[in-house]
């Protein structure tokens, strides 16, 4: 099945310090793996994304991991700003062709 | 701004009734995607196309169903609304399969 799984729903952090959320999926023939970002009543925007010939992906203070034998993969947000209060989903790509999102995190930055 | 336009912004409608959703995917772009998201939920994948032809269903409804048209805009059509129908509706495009997907900025619909 195209499941997957997003932990926590909730995550509230003090700014300057760092954000992880972490995603499971089922499918192991999954190889795409984006993340979007969504503000209140926005439109998602895709963040940063990783495919399965990688590892790791850094992009500034936004980076993703990705273990496709364990099949998690994980978004970390060091240095956080209030600019990164937002939900945060994660999804997979699977074969036949459709996203599969997580549930979201609802990411609170206390300043 | 993503590049993808979906029309209307906002659609207010009564129980039983009829409404179509557009969508302008970005220029070039040949894979259009339909999502619904319900109040304080996430994205669930509704349907998709790919240069007119119908690629990947998700959980649509029978009573909900789209196309794609030759210029590559598609369109939603919901049909006997009811009150749970009541959620955004998103659109995104992406340039062939396995792309990134860019979402446009959504269609609010409330069913009273």
Redesign the interface.
């Known amino acids: 099945g195209e499941n997957v799984e997003q932990h926590p729903s909730t995550l509230s952090v003090q700014e300057g310090d760092s954000a992880v959320i972490k995603c499971t999926y089922s499918d192991s023939a999954s190889n795409y793996f984006p993340w979007y970002k969504q503000e209140l009543g926005k439109r998602p925007q895709l963040i940063i994304d990783i495919r399965s010939n990688v590892g790791e992906k850094k992009d500034q203070r936004i980076a993703v991991t990705l273990n496709k034998t364990a099949k998690h993969f994980s978004l970390h947000i060091t240095e956080t700003q209030p600019e990164d209060s937002a939900v945060y989903f994660c999804a997979a790509d699977f074969n036949d062709y459709k996203l599969s999102f997580g549930a979201g995190t609802t990411v609170t930055v206390r300043a | 701004d ?1 590049g993808v336009t979906q029309t209307p912004k906002h659609l207010i409608t009564a129980t039983g009734q009829r409404v179509t959703l557009r969508c302008s995917p970005r220029s070039g772009d040949l ?1 259009v ?1 339909w999502y619904q998201q319900s109040l304080d ?5 509704l349907i ?1 196309y ?1 240069n007119g032809e119908e ?2 269903k ?1 959980n649509i409804l029978e009573r909900f169903s789209a196309q794609q048209f030759p210029d590559l805009h598609s369109e939603l059509n919901l049909s006997s609304l009811e009150l749970g129908d009541s959620a955004l509706y ?1 659109c995104a495009s992406s340039r062939r ?2 792309n ?7 269609t609010r619909l409330t069913v009273l």
């Open positions: 993503s894979s995607y939920q996430g994205l669930q994948f998709q790919y690629r990947a998700g998103f399969l396995y990134e997907q860019f979402f446009g900025p959504g």
